[in-house]
């Protein structure tokens, strides 16, 4: 008898469950994968609306009549751009064909970036392409701050009081706000938008963002 309440008081025990003191044993939960984001759209390899490049209006850096540019969509205030910036120069000093077109891309949540590409022509139109690339490269230098555009303007030899003269009048804007819009055609959707062209064929490659060199040159290479 003894052995047989042993036995029924183990069953009542153990219960229905399996485990001691009767608690549940814990739920098979079935896995659920967990939800995955959408493929994004591939960026486009081509650029087939990019403006052609125009010796006459550009800002070139290197022989105007280079078989290849980079034409770079860029945006002074731009930490990315900055960066992108000494590339794309190294580029040019690395291949003999090869030049750079800089263009405007200012981004509407940068505070600076507008002022800075009208500054920027502004020195252009009062100082030439030379006095344009030493003000570019002392705003990616120093950062792009409205309050040291004269300075820069200055440092690249141009008349303090003309070029307030010009940023006053707002002469430039508009040619700005084309560069945005024509870049925006292009495919460019960020800085920097880096576009190589082939200005013999036409044929276009394009890089987005600040890439390692190596990216850039396959993307010259497969244009020659």
């Known amino acids: 008898m003894a052995l047989i309440g042993v036995i029924v008081g183990y069953g009542v025990?153990?219960?229905?469950?399996?485990?001691?003191?009767?608690?549940?044993?814990?739920?098979?939960?079935?896995?659920?994968?967990?939800?995955?984001?959408?493929?994004?759209?591939?960026?486009?390899?081509?650029?087939?609306?990019?403006?052609?490049?125009?010796?006459?209006?550009?800002?070139?850096?290197?022989?105007?009549?280079?078989?290849?540019?980079?034409?770079?969509y860029s945006d002074y205030e731009c930490p990315f751009c900055a960066r992108n910036h000494p590339t794309v120069k190294q580029l040019v000093t690395d291949n003999d064909d090869v030049n750079l077109v800089y263009r405007h891309y200012p981004l509407s949540f940068h505070a600076n970036a507008q002022a800075t590409a009208e500054g920027s022509e502004c020195v252009a139109s009062l100082g030439g392409n030379d006095a344009f690339w030493k003000f570019t490269?002392?705003?990616?230098?120093?950062?792009?701050?409205?309050?040291?555009?004269?300075?820069?303007?200055?440092?690249?030899?141009?008349?303090?009081?003309?070029f307030d003269d010009c940023m006053n009048s707002g002469k430039f804007t508009q040619a700005v706000n084309d560069h945005f819009a024509e870049g925006s055609a292009a495919g460019v959707n960020g800085t920097p938008g880096n576009i190589i062209i082939n200005n013999k064929t036409g044929k276009t490659r394009m890089v987005s963002g600040a890439q390692p060199a190596a990216n850039f040159q396959a993307a010259i290479d497969a244009l020659r």
Do not use: C, W
């Open 137 to 162: 490269e002392a705003v990616f230098d120093q950062g792009a701050d409205k309050a040291k555009l004269r300075g820069y303007a200055e440092s690249a030899g141009v008349s303090g009081t003309k």
């Open 13 to 72: 025990a153990m219960g229905t469950n399996g485990s001691f003191g009767g608690a549940a044993a814990p739920a098979q939960v079935a896995d659920v994968a967990a939800p995955t984001a959408p493929t994004p759209p591939a960026e486009p390899t081509t650029a087939d609306n990019v403006k052609p490049v125009d010796k006459k209006t550009d800002h070139i850096l290197g022989d105007p009549n280079s078989t290849i540019s980079i034409i770079e």
